[in-house]
């Protein structure tokens, strides 16, 4: 079993940046991809950004060029630094790990 915790995400306003963290604890050493997904209100949970163990990465449309994701393996620890936010970003943010361990999510509000 993994288990993830995330960081507290907050309330910022559009164009600025915020940083999500998300650490994992339990059977790290089974840990392959990781990642971010996001669910606004009244839509479907989407990829934000994946991870390999490697560091290959890959980002939804939407994203591209203004999030990165990064991960520490030493800290068992995935990144998502967050620029140029936009209103539309606004969403619970979830970590997850292999794709069936995820975290508990964590609310990003952007204001306009």
């Known amino acids: 079993q993994v288990q993830l915790v995330e960081s507290v995400g907050g309330l910022v306003q559009a164009v600025g940046s915020l940083r999500l963290s998300c650490v994992a604890s339990?059977?790290?050493?089974?840990?392959?991809?990781m990642g971010w997904y996001r669910q606004a209100p009244g839509k479907q949970r989407g990829l934000v950004a994946d991870?390999?163990?490697?560091?290959?990465?890959n980002y939804a449309t939407s994203v591209k060029g203004r999030f990165t994701i990064s991960r520490d393996n030493a800290k068992n620890t995935v990144y998502l630094q967050m620029n140029s936010l936009k209103p539309e970003d606004t969403a619970v943010y979830y970590c997850?790990?292999?794709?069936?361990?995820w975290g508990q999510g964590t609310q990003v509000t952007v204001s306009s």
């Open positions: 997850y790990a292999n794709l069936n361990s």
């Open positions: 339990g059977l790290t050493a089974r840990i392959g991809g």
């Open positions: 991870i390999t163990r490697g560091g290959n990465t």
